[in-house]
């Protein structure tokens, strides 16, 4: 089983950036591909970003390209969330999740199985 902590969610102003944290225990001996989601009260879970186990490949939702940044550092079991020029439409909860890499990266968020608990972003504007 895995588990995460994400960290690194905090206020800030329109226009700034943040780096998110989404360290990965348990299971990590398993190929995972990693996912960015975010979610505000009334609405359904959106994907922002995911990454495969190497890093070889990345996906983002095209609200958040050019913006948002995901990485990984595997030795570390950390999976990174960069986001730079913050818009207010971007506040949310923001969670990790991992799938099996054997299926390869999705936007679904009912393919990853596996959750963190959310930090919060808020973008004052």
């Known amino acids: 089983q895995l588990q995460f902590v994400e960290s690194g969610g905090e206020l800030v102003q329109a226009g700034g950036s943040l780096r998110l944290s989404c360290a990965a225990s348990?299971?990590?001996?398993?190929?995972?591909?990693m996912g960015w989601f975010r979610q505000v009260p009334g609405k359904e879970r959106e994907f922002v970003a995911a990454i495969t186990w190497v890093g070889d490949s990345t996906n983002y939702a095209d609200s958040v390209k050019g913006r948002f940044t995901i990485s990984r550092d595997n030795a570390k079991t950390t999976v990174y969330l960069q986001m730079y020029s913050l818009k207010p439409e971007d506040t949310a909860v923001y969670y990790c999740?991992?799938?099996?890499?054997?299926?390869?990266?999705?936007?679904?968020?009912?393919?990853?199985?596996?959750w963190g608990q959310g930090t919060q972003v808020t973008v004052s504007s």
């Open positions: 348990g299971r990590t001996n398993r190929s995972y591909v």
């Open positions: 999740a991992a799938r099996s890499a054997y299926w390869g990266i999705s936007k679904s968020k009912d393919d990853f199985p596996s």
